[in-house]
């Protein structure tokens, strides 16, 4: 059960995961999970964006520094937020399966994102496969348009916001205007786009001042959602 902890700004979760007491009331890092097959160090440049970014419109406490965790180890526990990527083969092994699911039952929250944007790819589908393994046929589900996630900080009232690689042709070539995701007892544990958020925000974040919307603000819902529900 989620443990409520006061922050100076803001009330925010803090759960209790096998070992370790996460405090959400301190400071904010950004963990990628390393697994041990495919390529899971895309997108290099994203977390630096996404991070300036609850900077300039939170108050959250930040480490402005990534942290790579193995999926392996211990340390996910630790950990209040995970982001999973690649574009191949997602084959978990036993101790990773292991881990992954522990972290998510028990309070934890993965954002996985396909950097092929192909439902067909070779990751969605050997990742789709790795949670059905895990957690049974169905679990990952669709979820609908208005869901908190979409109005937890900014609103974003047609759902999942476009992003430049649905609509240049890259990957399947369509928009994919749903998330999909594992709930357990109301709250998404791991959520899961076909968008590929990870190179739309994958820049220098001093560069954004030429976009006339910020187009990370989708990624602020992203992570409030996983520290305040």
């Known amino acids: 059960m989620p443990i409520l902890a006061t922050s100076p700004f803001f009330v925010v979760n803090t759960y209790l995961i096998p070992n370790v007491t996460t405090a959400l009331a301190n400071e904010f890092f950004f963990t990628r999970l390393q697994y041990e097959s495919g ?17 300039e419109y939170t108050t959250l ?27 191949k083969l997602v084959e978990f092994t036993s101790r990773e399966k292991e881990n992954f699911e522990k972290y ?13 944007h192909d439902i067909d790819g070779l990751f969605a589908k050997s990742f789709e496969r790795q949670m059905e393994e895990i957690f049974g046929p169905g679990a990952l589900k669709k979820i609908p348009n208005d869901h908190e996630l979409y109005s937890v ?22 928009v994919h205007d749903y998330l999909k995701a594992i709930e357990f007892q109301g709250r998404i544990g791991v959520l899961y ?22 187009n990370t603000r989708f990624g602020i819902n992203i992570v409030l959602y996983a520290l305040t529900s």
């Not at 406490?61 to 574009?87: A, M, N, Q, T, W």
């Not at 900080?153 to 369509?174: I, Y």
Request: charge should be negative.
């Open 104 to 116: 998510v039952r028990n309070g934890g929250f993965v954002f996985a994102d396909d950097c092929n």
């Open 153 to 174: 900080f900014f609103d974003f009232e047609d759902g999942p916001p476009t992003t430049s690689q649905e609509l240049n042709g890259w990957g399947d070539d369509l």
């Open 39 to 55: 390529d899971w160090d895309v997108d290099q440049r994203m977390p630096s964006t996404l991070l300036n970014s609850l900077v």
């Open 61 to 87: 406490r930040v480490d402005p520094l990534e942290r790579i965790v193995p999926l392996s180890s211990e340390d996910i526990f630790k950990s209040p937020f995970c982001y999973l990527s690649g574009h």
């Open 193 to 214: 786009s076909n968008k590929d958020y990870g190179c739309e925000w994958d820049y220098d974040f001093r560069n954004k001042r030429w976009y006339k919307i910020d």
